[in-house]
């Protein structure tokens, strides 16, 4: 049975057949439904995904090419065995001794800091939401990550635990 929508014209309750809009008795108005249709996804389309994608996300190429990794196969197997190997609790807060659930895998050492580890599976943890909003505001202090920040001349560090201590000595 072919899918049925009823016709766009107002008032009218007639069925059409996909892929047409209106009825036979109301057929001339769908040349210029299509044509607004068309009118309005060039106009509006880009607008929401130019700002995320193009702007935000993909600043510059250094960027880019770090957000590509994340779509990688290697990445997902690597997120996978690093989630199971801590049992999908997040690293900081055992440290401070308490349990909390998280998924997200987080680089001790940031990418944008130290490309080289990025596939290190030594080099990453799994931190929940609250702890890495933490880490993030430390990362921009420490090394220098982020927008209109310039990189640190640092020494990397990728002990849980001292990254722990550090964090929560610049929280307070």
């Known amino acids: 049975m072919p899918r049925t929508r009823r016709c766009r014209y107002p008032n009218c309750h007639a069925m059409v057949t996909f892929p047409d809009h209106y009825c036979k008795q109301h057929y001339e ?19 929401y995904t130019h700002k995320y994608n193009t702007v935000t996300r993909y600043r510059n190429e250094d960027k880019r090419q770090q957000y590509s990794f994340y779509r990688t196969r290697q990445w997902s197997h690597l ?11 997040c690293a900081y807060c055992k440290v401070q001794g308490l349990i909390t659930p998280a998924k997200t895998v987080d680089h001790l050492v940031p990418i944008e800091f130290d490309e080289t580890l990025k596939a290190n599976i030594a080099n990453l943890a799994v931190i929940c939401g609250s702890c890495h909003r933490v880490k993030t505001d ?26 722990v201590v550090l964090m929560n000595e610049k929280q307070s």
């Open 79 to 89: 997120r996978q065995q690093v989630l199971e190997r801590d049992h999908y609790l």
């Open 29 to 47: 108005h769908e040349a210029e439904y299509l044509a607004s249709r068309q009118r309005w996804s060039r106009g509006n389309d880009k607008q």
């Open 138 to 163: 430390w990362e921009q202090a420490h090394y220098g990550t982020g927008q209109g920040n310039e990189l640190q001349s640092v020494t990397p560090i990728n002990d849980i635990a001292s990254i």
